[in-house]
């Protein structure tokens, strides 16, 4: 093989395109081996180009058929990437047809089938592989497009429009958009339909489209579509801009949902939803997912991206819309610890390893590997940061001129922080650091108190990351109340603004010494470090008027407990579960919120929290503790929580709103922790009776977290074996909550089974994500999990270097470990790294983790 080795894209080697394109027709004649795409493509001199120069095309895995330009045949000068042709100066036409392979795509990016139908996925840089074009998110075009097929349903971006002569599906996109949000869906699908009217008296067509036989499945996807449209006018003014909004569930599909101009494409598993079938987690996911990708219409679509570096300009910014959303539909603060609690999961977790990179990073191998935490989940903290400092209104204010001022362009996070300054009169250029400076800032707290003054000295330091040795202060809001020491709230929410490496604050004329409320809200992504009493904590955790600090004193005395016990051995004492006790039984509080406070912290967050102590985690000692400390709070509070777990138990039909599904979560929670001590009757009668699957689920992991339920297990699969959703669950499941020493093994025998189809990224990530998953049973002593894994992941690559190559973050976490995991996880690395042929998304993203 005579591959060029994969080079660097740099932000600071951008360079605009030198030509613009007044128009796009595409004709596709689809065909499942040879799919024929003939392109018309009308091209001017970019007046903000460099001047004259070859047409330089992206192209990959193409055959060209022919080309020509003004309509003469031309022979342009081909190489795997693209290929480029001389053209005369001023305006021409550029023609081509070329043949594709949808059938034998399993990358699953530009032109793929899915059980038979035809579908398109082109972010990043996917329209590459369906035919020669500038592909680049700054290169914007209006699209017509004509399929010919004999597909019963043929769908593309924009409106529909009258079949041709020859009955033709023709569609016309009247906004200018960048490749990347081109799609063509065909096959036989069968769709569920609705109808808004926008508020300026805009109809408009909503269509969900699935495989014959999901149909009763999409109303609630429907519904949350509805009330995404209402909710983008009313808070954000954005109205819909065409005649059709179309969804497509797809079950081969890398990603959770991909936003296209008017024909969102979406893995089946965040559309269809059935109270049989589907968690009430599905469900949140689903509602949140529609709106994201309803949201992207504005912030991505409308306004898009200059170059792929800015990608947390869309992605930051409509994952804080989507949570804004979430928040609005549920529970504001369960959905603030919810997002906190996948934050420090996924985030902090790759912001302390070999992957960590800047919100905006600033060079990539391949662009696939920066769709991450950090651009998502940090992007929308730094947009959150910002509103927090400016205020609601000037956040409002700033959108409004950013939509107005940016509309149909293509752009920067310097355009974005110049619409806040411009709208503010701030200066944002310390803040802009948070797109700039990657890691979590740490920040310590100390404290001083003297005649009826309180102070707090704030420090922030940020480790080094690969590549930014060094650290400059940032903008740090933090937000703080003050209690007194009979938890009466003698301060309230006061935001300090830390700009300097160290800053004190003061509050005076306090008659008590009183315990601060740190950082409320979570208002800023980083690590506090404060030496806190566990009497403190309890008393935030019982009346903090902050309820994210409530439900964090609660975790802080959990994590501390748990170190605790496993670096002294100490006991579970009985303070921890009393306080919980406190909490459960508040019939104040939201169920949702009760179920949050129960639920343990992870096993990954305790080893992390070893390591930023500087104790080298012992997964199985971790994995013990957690168990010891779940034993403790059953027993002490097995009373409360039978009585919960009776109280709450179905009074009527199942419906998936936010409070019926509060009360089902912590009814779960109860469950889960009384199965640890029971015989299992409780969860196996709730398990028979079941008639939702938050409620068959949620007693299957109980019974199987205890080591039973093998019989439901067997009963679950006879069930549901028809049922790939479903399935998913069946899958991961089982291996998630194996016994440390027995979940390699079962994963082992699970990718054996007959239904384990390896293709489809779905049940990849059920067994070896869920391999992952079981911190314990990943890490068990002897390897053999991670061994298993990296098999996998190398047989997976050659057919889907997307998906292994995020996958492959199963081992970013190696140097967390002692060295003879880290020997272990390292060779599983390094045989990765050695397969013959590894494609260039999983070369580069373990050549990262080995540094
Ligand atoms: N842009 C999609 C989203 O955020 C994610 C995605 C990226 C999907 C790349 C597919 C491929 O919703
Ligand atoms: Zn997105």
């Not at 293709?759 to 999990?785: D, E, I, S, T």
Request: hydrophobic residues 40%.
């Amino acid at each position: 093989m005579t591959e060029a080795a994969p080079h660097a894209v740099h932000l600071s080697d951008y360079a605009p395109y030198p030509f613009v394109i007044d128009g796009v027709e595409l004709t596709f004649r689809l065909d499942p081996g040879r799919t024929r795409v003939i392109s018309r493509i009308a091209f001017s001199p970019n007046p903000d180009g460099p001047g004259h120069s070859a047409l330089q095309l992206d192209g990959e895995r193409l055959k060209l058929i022919w080309a020509r330009i003004d309509g003469a045949p031309v022979e342009p000068r081909i190489t795997p990437e693209g290929l480029t042709c001389d053209v005369p100066t001023g305006s021409f036409v550029w023609e081509a047809e070329v043949e594709v392979d949808p059938a034998a795509n399993t990358a699953l990016e530009g032109l793929y089938m899915s059980n038979g139908m035809y579908c398109t996925q082109c972010e990043a840089q996917g329209f590459r592989r369906i035919t020669y074009y500038p592909d680049r998110p700054d290169v914007m075009a209006r699209f017509e497009v004509t399929i010919e097929s004999d597909a019963p349903v043929r769908l593309s971006n924009g409106n529909p429009q009258e079949p041709d002569a020859q009955g033709r599906a023709r569609w016309s996109d009247p906004w200018p958009k960048p490749a990347y949000l081109f799609a063509l869906v065909a096959g036989n699908l069968t769709a569920r339909s609705a109808s808004f009217t926008t508020r300026s008296g805009r109809e408009v067509a909503l269509n969900v489209y699935v495989r014959p036989g999901d149909e009763d499945r999409c109303d609630y996807a429907l519904d949350a579509l509805i009330r995404s449209m209402r909710w983008d006018e009313e808070v954000y003014g954005r109205e819909y801009d065409l005649d059709v909004f179309n969804i497509v569930a797809v079950d081969d599909f890398n990603m959770g949902a991909m936003e296209n101009k008017g024909l969102n494409i979406f893995n089946s598993k965040y559309v269809l939803a059935s109270p049989q079938t589907a968690t009430d987690r599905d469900y949140e996911m689903i509602e949140g997912i529609i709106a994201h990708e309803y949201f992207h219409n504005w912030t991505g679509n409308r306004i898009t991206c200059r170059d792929w570096f800015q990608l947390c300009l869309k992605e930051g910014l409509t994952v804080f819309r989507d949570q804004q959303f979430t928040g609005d539909m549920r529970s504001a603060p369960v959905k603030r610890i919810e997002d906190v609690l996948q934050l420090r999961a996924r985030q902090f977790r790759e912001d302390a390893g070999p992957l960590s990179h800047p919100v905006r990073p600033e060079s990539y191998i391949e662009i696939n590997n920066f769709y991450t935490a950090t651009v998502y989940e940090k992007g929308a903290e730094v947009i959150g940061m910002l509103r927090r400092l400016v205020g609601a209104e000037a956040y409002d204010k700033a959108l409004a001129l950013y939509f107005d001022r940016h509309d149909g362009q293509a752009c920067t996070i310097e355009d974005w922080l110049k619409v806040f300054e411009d709208a503010t009169g701030r200066d944002l250029t310390q803040f802009k650091r948070w797109y700039t400076q990657s890691g979590t800032p740490h920040l310590r707290v100390l404290e001083s108190w003297e005649d009826g003054t309180y102070s707090l000295h704030l420090q922030q330091q940020t480790p080094p990351t690969p590549g930014q040795p060094e650290k400059a202060p940032q903008v740090i809001p933090v937000a703080v109340g003050l209690l007194d020491p009979g938890g009466r709230e003698v301060v309230p929410t006061r935001l300090l603004e830390l700009t300097q490496a160290e800053q004190s604050f003061s509050f005076e004329g306090l008659s008590d010494r009183p315990v601060p409320s740190l950082l409320r809200g979570f208002s800023a992504p980083v690590v506090i470090e404060r030496a806190s009493t566990a009497q403190e904590r309890a008393l935030l955790l019982a009346h903090d008027t902050d309820p994210f600090n409530r439900w964090e004193a609660g975790r802080a005395l959990a994590k501390e407990l748990l170190v605790d016990m496993i670096s002294n051995g100490t006991d579970p004492g009985d303070d921890y579960p009393g306080a919980l006790g406190k909490v459960i039984e508040d019939e104040g509080l939201d169920p949702a919120f009760r179920a949050l406070t129960l639920a343990l912290p992870s096993e990954d967050d305790i080893a992390q929290t070893l390591k930023t102590a500087g104790i080298t985690p012992d997964p199985m000692a971790v994995h013990e503790a957690l168990n010891r400390l779940a034993v403790a709070c059953a027993r002490h509070l097995r009373a409360p929580l039978a009585a919960l777990h009776d109280a709450l138990a179905p009074n009527g039909p199942y419906t998936p709103d936010a409070e019926a599904a509060g009360r089902r979560s912590l009814r779960g929670a109860a469950l889960g922790l009384l199965t640890r001590i029971d015989d299992g009757s409780r969860a196996e009668a709730q398990f028979a009776q079941a008639d939702n699957m938050t409620e068959e689920l949620g007693a299957l992991t109980a019974l199987l977290r205890a080591g039973k339920g093998h019989e439901q297990l067997a009963q679950f699969e006879r069930k549901w074996s028809q049922d790939r959703l479903v399935m998913d669950k069946w899958f991961s499941v089982q291996v998630m909550l194996a016994a440390p020493r027995e979940a390699c093994e079962i994963a082992d025998r699970l990718t054996a089974h007959p239904a384990f189809d390896w293709k489809n990224p779905n049940r990849f990530r059920a067994v070896l994500g869920g391999l992952a998953a079981n911190h314990a049973g990943f890490h068990a002593p002897g390897g053999a999990a991670y061994a298993l894994a990296a098999d996998w992941l190398i047989r997976l690559d050659p057919v889907n270097p997307q998906t292994t190559a995020r996958m492959s973050t199963m081992f970013e976490t190696w140097r967390r470990y002692d060295a003879d995991r880290q020997d272990m996880m390292r060779a599983a690395l390094e045989r990765l790294a050695a397969a013959p042929g590894v494609s260039r998304d999983t070369g580069e993203m373990v050549g990262r983790m080995l540094g």
